[in-house]
């Protein structure tokens, strides 16, 4: 791998179809299973608001090898699916990548710059501090085992309703801040795939879950609580028992919830268990440093 050209270019330069088969080869031999027809690439890009034009494909003599996604909103910027193929790896490609995403957040005024890294992602952990990343926070990734228990009738109290109508609450429910991927912007844009659940008090939402039904999991994107309610813990509890108990016989799991979400105790205490911990990366936008060259040599 010697004198080989490197070259990066904006991601929005090759077809959806190239970056989803790229994404998929480069997460091959991950942690866990990753794989992206063009149609979920899309969606995915759609949802995260990820910028294809400031995005960045890796190109050894004119092939692709590497792709690093950069998405925006206002002044906050975050940067996803950082992939190299195996025969590519350590010989930094990534390195290259991610000084170009940077380089890119100084072009679209981003203030601050997100990541997750998973805990066992040790080379990728010492790559994203030697850039200038610092740990913010750990996330979560819970899941929950298949069972045999009864369907039910919904409590007196919870009552299916409509996911943008529930996210109206959005603002007043959360205390601690939600991950890219369950912000209320991205759950905005998967209201016609969610379910809704609210739990009212005197005719008053105290309290919601957004959920999607898939095939072998109900997979929880959001419960939110009104903070300060004296059984806050109780309600959240009761939501997801009410979701368990619609399809009892799947399982579940929920991405990325933060470690300090005092509603984590509910997913506890209703059988889900720890099977990822990731930690949740911030660079603040710094200026005036060198641009990365556009062409380089893997040596």
Known sequence: MTNMSLSLIPAEQLEVEQLAF?????????????????????????????????SVVALVDEKPV??????????????????????????????????WLQEQARVLAIRTLT????????????????????????????????????????????SPLAPDALLEHYATFHDVPSPWQRQFETLLKRVDVLQGLGYQEGGQLQGYLLYEE?????????????????????????????????RPRVGGYVINLP?????????????????????????IVTENEPQISRITQIR
């Not at 690093?68 to 390195?95: D, K, N, T, Y």
């Open 115 to 158: 990541l997750e890294v998973l805990s066992q992602n040790h080379a990728g952990m010492a790559l994203y501090r030697y850039l200038g990343f610092v740990w913010q926070r750990d996330l979560l990734i819970l899941t929950l085992e298949s069972n045999i228990l009864p369907a039910a009738p919904l409590p007196v109290k919870i």
């Open 259 to 283: 470690a300090e979400d005092a509603l984590l105790a509910a997913f506890m205490r209703q059988h889900y268990r720890i099977w990822q911990r990731q930690s949740e990366l911030v660079w």
């Open 66 to 99: 590497g792709l690093a996604l950069l998405s925006q909103r206002g002044e906050r910027g975050w940067i996803s699916g950082v992939g190299v193929l195996p025969l590519f790896r350590r010989q930094g490609v990534a390195r290259q990548m991610l000084c």
């Open 22 to 54: 790229l994404v998929s080869r480069a997460y091959a031999d991950y942690f866990f299973h990753v794989w992206l027809d063009e149609t979920r690439f899309d969606n995915m890009c759609w949802e995260e608001d990820v910028v294809l034009a400031h």
């Open 214 to 246: 898939q095939q072998h999991h109900q997979a929880v994107f959001d419960l939110a609580v009104l903070p300060g309610h004296p059984r806050r813990l109780a309600i959240a509890q009761d939501l997801l028992s009410a979701m368990r108990r619609l």
